[in-house]
């Protein structure tokens, strides 16, 4: 069983502030998935990194996937109170064979909270 | 475009009764999931399928039933409820890049999910 441990599990930062979330494995994954999800709802895709070393930016946010595709970062510049949320990653399985199908192993989760 | 729906948004069961979580997706994706989401623990995958008429199971798959006549609906039917079953369950629809050694999932689209008790 492949497992991703995501931390830290709880963030409480004031507004402005920058914070990184950590996921990692033993295993090796062929692509690293981030959400984020708010109350009530399901979690929405932020970025899919499939290449080792691989460095996406979207807007604030700037998601990293480790050289040996084990293990990735979220990293946020200047929180904000929209920001505040579930966040979540999630690794694909090498199809090797066939036989991952798309299954996703996902992290506990870090529970993110932004103050004015 | 609606993505993927999910009925009821809450329901409460007695321990021992049963019933059908519903799942449909419009955007003509073969592969569909369902998770259940529990407090601290990620989501787990319940069960799965690859196309219409193929199924099988996930992580946790006891106490639950899937099938998948269309391409668009996966239904999740619960038998004899459990407290153990209390849980926000998403399903959740997906595309692969095809072709090569390597698929990749380039990403879930996630219904809002049901959230059941059990008591």
């Known amino acids: 069983t492949q497992l991703l441990e995501q931390s830290p599990q709880f963030l409480s930062i004031q507004e402005g502030e920058n914070l990184t979330v950590y996921c990692n494995s033993s295993?090796?994954?062929?692509?690293l998935q981030w959400y984020r999800q708010e109350p009530g709802e399901g979690p929405v895709l932020l970025v899919t990194?499939?290449?080792?070393?691989e460095v996406k930016k979207l807007k604030r946010l700037t998601f990293q996937f480790g050289d040996a595709r084990k293990d990735s970062s979220l990293h946020i510049t200047a929180a904000q109170p929209g920001d505040t949320g579930l966040y979540l990653c999630a690794g694909g399985k090498p199809n090797a064979g066939g036989t991952s199908y798309g299954k996703l192993t996902f992290g506990q989760g870090t529970i993110l909270t932004v103050h004015p | 475009n609606a993505g993927v729906t999910q009925t009821p948004k809450f329901r409460i069961l007695k321990i021992g009764q049963s019933m059908t979580l519903q799942c449909t997706q419009d955007?003509?994706?073969?592969?569909m999931y369902w998770y259940r989401q529990d407090p601290g623990m990620g989501l787990k995958l319940i069960y799965y399928?690859?196309?219409?008429?193929?199924?099988d199971k996930g992580e946790v798959p006891n106490g639950y039933n899937v099938s998948r006549s269309t391409t668009e609906d996966f239904p999740l039917r619960l038998e004899l409820a459990a407290p153990s079953q209390t849980s926000v369950y998403f399903c959740a629809s997906s595309y692969l890049l095809r072709g090569g050694f390597l698929m990749t999932n380039y990403g879930y689209t996630f219904g809002s999910g049901t959230r059941l008790t059990v008591v």
């Open positions: 399928s690859v196309g219409a008429g193929i199924t």
């Open positions: 990194v499939v290449t080792g070393g």
């Open positions: 295993s090796v994954f062929s692509s």
């Open positions: 955007m003509n994706h073969n592969y």
